[in-house]
């Protein structure tokens, strides 16, 4: 079965409760997606354009997870009842503790190559468990009597929501860009320079701990790139460094939910950045709806005019 296929419900509410949740995931899909391509595309860029996106992402997962256990609540049991599903059920949600393991592994993260490779690994993993549910476990719901769909999936969307509006929690000390966890308790000053040497003179060894108070290795400093147009300043050239925008082709995404990841992924781009979407038609409808959910506050730069390719820089301003 695929999102594209019509599905047997038992009434018109169940059956458009089915297409919501399947439009929440790929937006959540797609905003997930970006932020893991926003930590590659700054691995090698300042401090603070590194830290923005990986606080970004800590508070998006954390409510992406509270948003599985709610599915988990609400969902599954309903999904339990049923035979047909019930050994997906149990299978589906054998994997809820590497999602768990993940986001612990994101938010403990002390050097960037870690943090990014636990974004990735969620990405693959959250993609897994929505296949389940939009695949076959929504369409069995939606054929059983006994369950109110649309309520369920009212939950579900309204979690989604708050998570997608939930604020990064702040930098402390403007952020040390090295993946470290950043928890509710201040960080204590630096002797010198900031964590990971961020500014002034380098800051001395640690003694123990790694940066940030976290333990064992000490974290990664911030890699300094070839030709830096980030971070503070830049290299004062005059261009302008697109090699950091992650791009989305949705040339391979099922027309149903083509612009639910897209308005996910462009949620990921932080202001003054932007990201790179490939099309296989100049998408103008597309581009009036992400005008509208930004508040018009996007700039569309053409790159590739057909025939056979759309390349399009989305700027958030």
């Not at 691995?43 to 998006?60: C, I, K, L, T, W």
């Not at 966890?181 to 204590?188: F, N």
């Not at 925008?245 to 932080?270: K, Q």
């Not at 003054?272 to 508040?295: E, K, V």
């Amino acid at each position: 079965m695929t999102v594209d296929e019509v599905i047997m419900a038992t009434s018109a509410e169940d059956a458009q409760a089915v297409d919501d949740l399947r439009t929440t995931h790929a937006e959540v899909l797609g905003r997930l997606a970006g932020i893991a391509d926003g930590l590659v595309g700054r691995a090698g860029s300042g401090p603070e354009d590194f830290d923005s996106v990986y606080r970004n992402g800590a508070a998006f997962l954390r409510g992406v997870l509270r948003g599985l256990r709610l599915a988990e609540e609400r969902l599954y049991p309903a999904a339990r009842r049923t035979e047909r599903a019930r050994l997906l059920v149990e299978a589906t949600l054998a994997g809820t503790g590497l999602i768990e393991g993940r986001v612990i592994a994101y938010e403990q993260a002390t050097r960037r190559a870690d943090a990014i490779a636990a974004a990735a690994a969620l990405v693959e993993l959250v993609r897994a468990r929505f296949a389940a549910e939009d695949e076959y476990l929504l369409p069995v719901l939606a054929a059983d009597r006994e369950t109110d769909l649309h309520a369920i999936v009212e939950e579900l969307v309204s979690a989604a929501e708050a998570a997608a509006a939930a604020p990064a929690p702040a930098a402390q000390g403007g952020g040390c860009g090295c993946g470290c966890s950043h928890g509710d308790e201040p960080a204590e000053p630096e002797p010198s320079g900031g964590c990971c040497g961020g500014g002034g003179d380098p800051a001395p060894a640690e003694q123990s701990g790694g940066c940030c108070g976290g333990g064992g290795q000490a974290a990664e400093p911030a890699p300094a790139a070839a030709h830096d147009h980030g971070g503070g300043g830049g290299c004062g050239c005059g261009e302008t460094d697109h090699g950091a925008e992650p791009e989305l082709d949705v040339r391979e995404i099922p027309h149903a939910i083509r612009h639910a990841t897209v308005f996910g992924a462009f949620d990921s781009v932080a202001p003054g950045t932007a990201m790179i979407l490939i099309a296989h038609h100049d998408p103008i409808p597309l581009l009036g709806q992400l005008q509208q959910r930004s508040g018009g506050q996007m700039a569309v730069e053409y790159l590739i005019r057909g025939p056979e390719e759309w390349r399009l820089r989305l700027h958030r301003l």
